[in-house]
């Protein structure tokens, strides 16, 4: 990949410029490289110096852990309501009481619904609620399967623990904000994983049959290629049926991401196969009579992994960024699923969002994921770089 | 080049044909059409729905209503008639038109004059405390959605009452003198075209420094400093000039993304745009409206990435198209 844009943090090689010598003697220095260390270290190899991108990926395990055991962190269920509570504070855990006492574990303190209309709620000092940890609570199915009540921590039912308070339903914001994350992270890395062997397939056998093929091919491309993204991805939406349950309407919308994915990325592996097809090991296992299929899969696609791995990486982002948009607006993921697009749309409304800033943290999620992955797609990029890596 | 010129404009009839009967397929799996509200209405007669059916050629087959557009904008230049405001998707479309273009010209303005400053800022002190917190800010602009960024802004507005709060106009606006106008349109495009200039100009930052750093690496840079050159003449004439060389295809890309680029924050803000305009209809099954809208849209990405290429084939005399 021939990339000019460069990650902030891309590495200067400035005395590593290849000197002039016997060509030999060159292929021959690069062959031992390759046969010493496999390419994929090598890149490992790159990637661990690249601190930004370390960075990226913890972010990313941070969030996809925290998503995998939503349900157990959680202190609530998806559909608990406290409707005394709507646009709850975010509750603050304390360790100084009110008398300016000093607790050794956290607590919190009750609150009293004051004014309805101006929202303000009043907090009761009469006592303590201590944060427990392995609490019992609402019953959910961890990873999906294992009936439970057992969440991570919680307070007596007599307070309320939300962390990033609540909704206009008294809805707690922390727990929507990671079921929704099952959502917003999954949706990008599912829908890069239908476009990747679409684009592949598509692309290789354009690319390597060429001439008529080719043309065919690549017209149809472009034709999805001419319309303008966003409008096409709400067109595609508006026609998804609204009266099926959310996981229906999660699966539809991953489809469409990768119908609009799909083009941009096979565009890219014509153009590598194209460049890869005349070269000596794909004559010679069209000399031994190889079948053209098995010649695509088998000998040439492995040739982009690294082409990849840095394009999914970098396609995750915009593909999280697109649903959470189309969510945001009401044509993706509805209530009462949450997703993080959906869950900002309580704050569209000004007066609301006045008073109750908290319900933009959706927001600060989405982009914790997105500039995690460019950050990751970015180093990724970097390490495979062949003009770069100092072999 | 003329010969490519125009075989290119030639490619763009199988094109859009091959866009407006994709669009086309799409909505009509859509279910409902636009007098399926009305059906349900109490009020509404069946005879005046059938009426309202027959007048919008809603009861022919679905390739007759298919051609018959395509026919009315071959001949006309008819992109058919909207049935929620009841007036020619042209005439809709292009009073939508301007506002976009209105709000992404001035993003795009914004976006080249901040950006590439500060590209060849950050790439001459490449590492520097200042290069660092710049490439943060930029991997923050890429990532942040408009619409939490344009929330940002108007809640900003809100609160301290500085900037107008949405829209285009003030609810006087008709009765301002021109340069009143003009100011009161200026102060609502403030929030919308910060926005789009920010993530813009982060992009095209990125871009611009990773290009200079690129060139700083060439010889005829090293030969320029080696004769005795100064940095300043060194940067300015040699390096910056064949660093944004590559910048102008992206710039021909924005042109082509200039009525698609605002869609979300175009209902975020209010701002009466092609991205509500979609929108809307898309909601109220106005057929002819979308299929226009994305035609105009697909259009003017297409000839963006024609500019594209012709401006690049201009720029960097390696380029030949024969």
């Not at chain 1, 794909?282 to 899969?297: F, N, P, S, T, W």
Request: glycine residues 8%.
């Amino acid at each position: 990949m021939t990339s000019t844009g460069s990650g902030p943090s891309r590495r200067e090689a400035p005395g590593r410029r290849v000197l002039p010598r016997p060509m030999a003697a060159l292929a021959e220095q690069r062959q031992r490289a390759m046969v010493s260390r496999p390419p994929l270290a090598l890149a490992w190899r790159q990637l661990r110096k690249h601190r930004v991108a370390l960075i990226g990926g913890v972010i990313l395990i941070i969030l996809y852990t925290m998503s995998l055991f939503g349900d157990f962190i959680a202190p609530y269920s998806l559909d608990y309501t406290d409707r005394e509570r709507f646009f709850h504070p975010p509750t603050r855990p304390r360790v100084v009481d009110a008398e300016g006492r000093w607790h050794l574990r956290p607590f919190v303190y009750r609150t009293e619904l004051v004014d309805p209309g101006l929202r303000k709620y009043r907090i009761v000092t009469d006592r303590t609620y201590p944060l427990d940890v392995f609490v019992r609570g609402e019953p959910h199915r961890l990873f999906w399967i294992f009936p439970t009540t057992l969440h991570l921590f919680g307070v007596d039912p007599a307070a309320r623990l939300f962390l990033m308070g609540t909704d206009q339903f008294g809805r707690d914001l922390f727990t929507r904000i990671l079921y929704g994350s099952r959502i917003s992270l999954i949706i990008g890395v599912l829908a890069v994983g239908i476009t990747i062997p679409i684009g592949l397939l598509y692309g290789g056998i354009a690319g390597y049959y060429g001439g008529r093929v080719d043309n065919i091919m690549m017209r149809l491309v472009e034709v999805i290629i001419a319309f303008p993204g966003f409008y096409l991805f709400l067109t595609l939406s508006a026609v998804l049926p609204t009266d099926v349950g959310c996981a229906t309407r999660f699966y539809l919308i991953v489809i469409i991401l990768s119908f609009l994915g799909w083009t941009g990325f096979s565009r890219l592996i014509r153009g590598f196969v194209l460049s890869l097809k005349e070269q000596e090991f794909v004559l010679a296992a069209k000399a031994i009579g190889l079948d053209d299929l098995r010649i695509i899969i088998r000998h040439i696609l492995p040739n982009t992994s690294s082409l990849v791995i840095v394009v999914a990486t970098l396609s995750i982002p915009g593909a999280i960024l697109g649903e959470s948009g189309l969510s945001f607006i009401g044509f993706g993921i509805r209530e009462p699923c949450a997703s993080w697009g959906n869950l900002l749309t309580a704050g569209a409304n000004l007066p609301n969002l006045a008073q109750s800033p908290w319900l933009l943290l959706p927001g600060v999620f989405i982009i914790l994921a997105v500039v995690a992955y460019n950050f990751l797609g970015d180093g990724l990029r970097d390490a495979f770089d062949p003009r770069l890596r100092s072999s | 080049m003329l010969r490519h010129i125009v075989q290119r404009l030639l490619n763009l009839i199988p094109l859009l044909f091959g866009v407006t009967l994709i669009s086309f397929i799409i909505i009509q799996l859509s279910p409902g059409d636009f007098l399926s509200e009305m059906r349900l209405n109490p009020v509404v007669s069946s005879e005046t729905v059938e009426a309202m059916r027959r007048n919008f050629g809603l009861d022919q087959p679905l390739h007759i209503q298919y051609l018959k557009w395509l026919r009315a904008i071959f001949l006309r230049g008819d992109l058919g008639y909207s049935f929620a405001y009841h007036v020619p998707v042209t005439w809709l479309i292009g009073s939508r038109l301007l506002n976009t273009l209105i709000l992404n010209l001035a993003a795009l303005v914004i976006a080249w004059l901040v950006a590439i400053p500060i590209g060849i800022h950050a790439a001459t002190r490449q590492y520097s405390f200042s290069d660092n917190t710049l490439s943060m800010t930029a991997y923050l602009g890429i990532s942040t959605p408009t619409f939490f960024s344009g929330l940002l802004l108007l809640l900003f507005a809100f609160k301290t009452r500085l900037l107008p709060i949405g829209g285009m106009t003030s609810l006087d606006y008709e009765f301002f003198p021109w340069y009143g106008k003009v100011l009161d349109v200026a102060r609502h495009l403030v929030i919308p075209a910060t926005v789009l200039a920010f993530t813009a100009s982060a992009g095209l930052m990125r871009q611009m420094r990773g290009n200079l750093l690129e060139v700083l690496r060439q010889d005829y840079v090293r030969t320029a400093r080696a004769k005795g050159l100064a940095e300043r003449p060194v940067i300015y004439k040699h390096a910056v000039r064949n660093a944004i060389n590559p910048l102008i295809t992206i710039f021909g890309f924005e042109i082509g993304g200039l009525l698609s680029g605002s869609a979300i924050l175009e209902n975020v803000v209010g701002w009466p745009g092609l991205g509500r305009l979609i929108l809307e209809a898309l909601v109220q099954k106005d057929l002819y409206v979308v299929m226009g809208s994305l035609l105009i849209g697909s259009i003017t990405l297409v000839l963006g990435n024609l500019v594209a290429d012709i401006l690049l084939a201009f720029a960097d005399p390696r380029i030949r198209y024969d």
